[in-house]
């Protein structure tokens, strides 16, 4: 019998819906060992992101759906929290300047970067 656990997952979208369900069933679960299952369940999305296909894992940066275990997380944050979120994991944060479209506001930022 093949359990969720141990299941593979091969698409962003069978991944993406997994996850939407076990955050419902976290968030209210039926009992404590739904709880249970619940969270080893969530503990196993980083592993199931790196075993898709690169083209399937960026599905999962889209801004409605970012922030599964193991993939990017895409947002817009105050300059503050970006801030202190680089000081904290100066590895694991970039900015992704080709989004950048707003280019008339572009100064103020730069002027804030450059202090």
């Known amino acids: 019998m093949t359990t969720v656990s141990t299941s593979r997952w ?10 939407e369900t076990v955050l419902f069933l976290r968030a ?3 009992s404590p060992k739904v709880a249970q299952l619940a969270d080893s369940t969530l503990a196993s ?4 992101v790196a075993e898709l296909p690169e083209d399937q894992r960026a599905e999962l940066s889209e801004p409605e759906i970012s922030g599964i275990s193991g993939s990017s997380l895409t ?15 100066p590895r694991n944060v970039e ?12 100064g103020p930022l730069l002027a804030r970067l450059l202090r």
């Open 28 to 30: 209210y679960p039926a």
């Open 10 to 19: 091969d698409d962003a979208a069978s991944l993406i819906g997994l996850h």
């Open 75 to 89: 947002a817009v944050f105050t300059y503050e929290v970006a801030q202190r979120l680089a000081a904290r994991h």
């Open 45 to 48: 999305f980083s592993w199931w």
């Open 95 to 106: 900015i992704a300047w080709d989004c950048y479209d707003e280019a008339d506001r572009i």
